[in-house]
């Protein structure tokens, strides 16, 4: 399908083929970035790129938790739309299908380099890594850093604790294809944001003579906790302080290499996360003030996320957006942008460089966008604008009431039902505060009417439904070529 370039960087977006640079962090909430009220440490890089850019206080994620969320991003499609559900285990049969374009294979048809260093969480077997994907280099851990025996001796799970042990190998971190580090050690983690941040920048300085995308996707602030020893117990707030300083430390980093070989005017940097805070870990994970509740819920505070985009005289700078888009979103934006031809197949992400780049009467091309969570579960409908949102009935989450974890032990969640739609202004209650789906009965019924055509085509495992538009996810070979090195 051929794209109508209607909004073409410096005119011609064919020649025009700026490098792209998403940093992407995991379980960082809404206020953990200084411009968004950060309490207790201080992010001076991010802050300055948010002043030298645009601030997006109205930006989602697709799913609040880990592999359903990168899905989204690096592919344009509700991650459900791809059978890809909550966090892929290690081994897991299922990952990212061959049958999909990623970000990196899109702007691979216009020459760029692409690289991935961090958490990629999209299969761990040989045929789901990167560098199957469209990535010409990979470095980084395959699924989150909790994913390994020791985790549980004192994560405070009471049960199966022997089985989860069983289920999680040893932490393996891969360059490339290869196991480079068989059996990272509390050491080895403590340099993550290090390690993958010296990549990053030798990645810029390597292909600074012509277009790139780099994805770098940081382990931290999700537990368990680690930070190198320049920025342990550098903070007001603790450890997790200290981590969320040493990852604003490496957006520096990559802005300073990004200066110095003459690449700033022409790059274009996204940071923001994956999803909300693990609020179960008290001390040991962020903060969604002023949302509701965190990570693994369909409230702001799961999927709203701090967003700051940087991008010399095509992004204006001081920019403090309140206008509402989607992870899904920038692979059709970026593919407009540079000329680049979209999948035959549907994505559910639409382009947005209007928004972004503040033109005049700019508008979210959306009419909705759909929240899913758990295995196929609609949990809510917003409009396009952000302004409404309908929670649909289902069973959350909550830490309401509940003691706190703390130093990495995890609080126990509280299960609450929501038997009724209920439905909220995020304009005037950005808390999601007050039901007012009573004084409203017109909108939820458009709502409602939306959330049926979400079902017809994706399905709603809370009713039942299996959607016409669902694909499938990529599934193990039989052969493991798993390169190791000695």
């Known amino acids: 399908m051929a794209l109508v370039l209607s909004h073409a960087i410096g005119g011609d977006a064919k020649t025009a083929k700026p490098n792209i640079v998403i940093i992407f962090t995991d379980d960082q909430g809404y206020a953990d ?28 994620v697709a799913q609040p938790v880990c592999s359903a969320s990168r899905c989204a991003l690096l592919t344009g499609c509700y991650p459900n739309r791809l059978g890809i559900h909550g966090a892929l285990t290690p081994h897991s049969k299922v990952g990212i299908s061959d049958g999909e374009m990623t970000l990196a294979q899109l702007v691979k048809q216009r020459g760029y380099a692409t690289g991935m260093f961090g958490k990629w969480h999209l299969g761990d077997s040989p ?14 851990l395959p699924y989150s850093n909790d994913m390994w025996p020791a985790r549980f001796e004192s994560s405070g799970f009471s049960n199966n604790v022997a089985k989860r042990k069983q289920a999680y190998p040893e932490l393996v971190m891969f360059e490339g294809e290869k196991v480079a580090i068989p059996k990272i050690t509390h050491e080895d983690q403590n340099q993550l944001t290090t390690w ?46 200290d981590v ?43 903060s969604a003030k002023p949302l509701r509740e965190g990570k693994g819920t369909n409230w702001e505070g799961g999927t709203r996320e701090p967003c700051i985009m940087r991008w010399p005289g095509k992004i204006p700078a001081g920019v403090d957006s309140w206008d509402m888009f989607m992870t899904i979103d920038l692979f059709p934006t970026i593919a407009n942008l540079i000329g680049a031809e979209l999948p035959k197949h549907q994505i559910d992400g639409l382009d947005v460089w209007p928004i972004i780049s503040r033109q005049p009467g700019a508008k979210n091309p959306h009419d909705y966008y759909w929240f899913y969570y758990e295995v196929n579960q609609l949990q809510a409908v917003t409009t396009g604008d952000g302004r409404w949102k309908l929670q649909l ?15 990495g032990v995890s609080g126990k969640y509280l299960n609450v039902k929501l038997p009724q739609p209920e439905l909220y202004d995020l304009a005037r209650d950005i808390g999601e505060t007050t039901d007012i789906s009573a004084q409203h009965s017109d909108l939820v019924k458009k709502l409602e009417a939306e959330a049926e055509k979400a079902r017809a085509e994706l399905g709603d495992a809370l009713l039942k439904r299996t959607g016409s538009g669902v694909r499938k996810p990529g599934n193990i070979s039989a052969t493991n070529d798993l390169k190791t090195t000695p």
């Open 33 to 60: 970035v200084g411009v968004f009220g950060a309490q207790g440490f201080k992010t001076p890089n991010l802050d300055r790129m948010a002043g030298e850019g645009a601030v997006f206080r109205n930006f989602h």
């Open 127 to 140: 045929q789901f890594l990167p560098t199957r994907h469209g990535f010409d280099e990979y470095f980084g």
């Open 196 to 241: 993958y941040t010296e990549h990053a920048v030798k990645f810029i300085e390597k292909n600074k003579d012509h277009p790139f995308l780099l994805y770098l996707a940081h382990n931290m602030p999700h537990v368990p906790l680690h930070v190198s020893d320049k920025f342990r117990g550098k903070s007001e707030r603790g450890l997790y302080g």
């Open 244 to 286: 969320i300083e040493e990852i604003d430390w490496s957006v520096g980093q990559v802005l300073a290499a990004l200066k110095r070989n003459g690449l700033d005017e022409n790059t274009w940097v996204i940071f923001t996360s994956d999803n909300g805070p693990w609020l179960s870990y008290g001390n040991h994970g962020g």
């Open 393 to 407: 009935p289902h069973t959350y989450r909550t830490m309401q009431g509940q003691p706190a974890g703390h130093d």
